[in-house]
C-alpha cells in the first residue's frame, strides 16, 4: 500500500482558481469512488473538505469541489481566500477495509 | 454533535507499548452509524491511517502496523484505545482519533473517511 501522489506545492493569488491532484493505481483511486480531501492548517487537526469523489459535508463552502479521472483525483478550489492557505489531503479507500493518505499538499495564497 | 478528545503519555520509551485513548462525547460509541479509527502524523510528514474498529469488535488495520497494533473498544466508558508494541522513534508522531461514518453494502458495513476527528495528541518515543 503505496502512498498517493500529490504536488508539495501549489500557489494562487485571491480570486484565482487552484486545482490539486492526488494520483493513485487501479487499486484505490481508479477502483473505487470513494476519494476524501482535508484541510489542515498548522498545528490543527485535519477538517473534512470533500467525501465520495465529489459530496461537500454541510458548512463547506461550495468554493471547494471534487472530481476523478481514471487513477487521479483532484479538489478545486475557486475564488481563493487567505483563509484557504493551509496543507490539503487526499485519502483513498484501498479495498478489504483499508484507506489511504496521499503526501500533502502546501497551498500558499500569494 | 460527536465531539473526540484524545489522552495518554506524552513520552514513550523505545521497546515499550506506546498507549492512547480516545473518548467520545455527544453520541455513543455503540451506535451502529460509525467506525472509530486511529490516524497519525509524524513531524512535518503526512498522515497515516493506522486502524479502525466497530463497536461489535470487528478491526482493521494498516498492513505495515498490523504485528504491532491493537484497537479496543470499551462502551462502558464510551472510549476506544490504540496500543501499539515494541515502539521505535519512527512512531513519534501526533495521534489523531476520528470517526467514520458507516456505509452499508448488503449485509456489509464499510467506512471510506472521517468526518469528525479530536485535536490529535503528541506522543514522543524517546529514552
Known amino acids: 500500500q503505496s502512498a498517493l501522489t500529490q504536488p508539495r506545492s501549489v500557489s494562487g493569488s485571491p480570486g484565482q482558481s487552484v486545482t490539486i491532484s492526488c494520483t493513485g493505481t487501479?487499486?484505490?483511486?481508479?477502483?473505487?469512488?470513494?476519494v476524501s480531501w482535508y484541510q489542515q492548517h498548522p498545528g490543527k487537526a485535519p477538517k473534512l473538505m470533500i467525501y465520495?469523489?465529489?459530496e461537500r459535508p454541510s458548512g463547506v463552502p461550495d468554493r471547494f469541489s471534487g472530481s476523478k479521472s481514471g487513477n487521479t483525483a483532484s479538489l478545486t478550489i475557486s475564488g481563493l481566500q487567505a483563509e484557504d492557505e493551509a496543507d490539503y489531503y487526499c485519502c483513498s479507500y484501498a479495498g478489504s477495509y483499508t484507506l489511504v493518505f496521499g503526501g500533502g499538499t502546501k497551498l500558499t495564497v500569494l | 454533535q460527536l465531539q473526540l478528545q484524545e489522552s495518554g503519555p506524552g513520552l514513550v520509551k523505545p521497546s515499550e507499548t506506546l498507549s492512547l485513548t480516545c473518548t467520545v462525547s455527544g453520541g455513543s460509541i455503540r451506535s451502529s452509524s460509525y467506525y472509530w479509527g486511529w490516524i497519525r502524523q509524524p513531524p512535518g510528514k503526512g498522515l497515516e491511517w493506522i486502524g479502525s474498529?466497530?463497536?461489535?469488535?470487528?478491526?482493521y488495520y494498516h498492513p505495515s502496523l498490523k504485528s504491532r497494533v491493537t484497537i479496543s473498544v470499551d462502551t462502558s466508558k464510551n472510549q476506544f484505545s490504540l496500543k501499539l508494541s515494541s515502539a521505535t522513534a519512527a512512531d513519534t508522531a501526533v495521534y489523531y482519533c476520528?470517526?467514520?461514518?458507516?456505509?452499508?453494502?448488503?449485509?456489509?458495513?464499510?467506512?471510506?473517511?472521517?468526518?469528525?476527528w479530536g485535536k490529535g495528541t503528541t506522543v514522543t518515543v524517546s529514552s
Open positions: 476520528a470517526s467514520l461514518p458507516v456505509v452499508q453494502a448488503v449485509i456489509h458495513y464499510y467506512y471510506y473517511y472521517m468526518d469528525v
Open positions: 487501479s487499486s484505490d483511486v481508479g477502483g473505487y469512488n470513494y
Open positions: 465520495d469523489v465529489s
Open positions: 474498529i466497530y463497536y461489535s469488535g470487528s478491526t
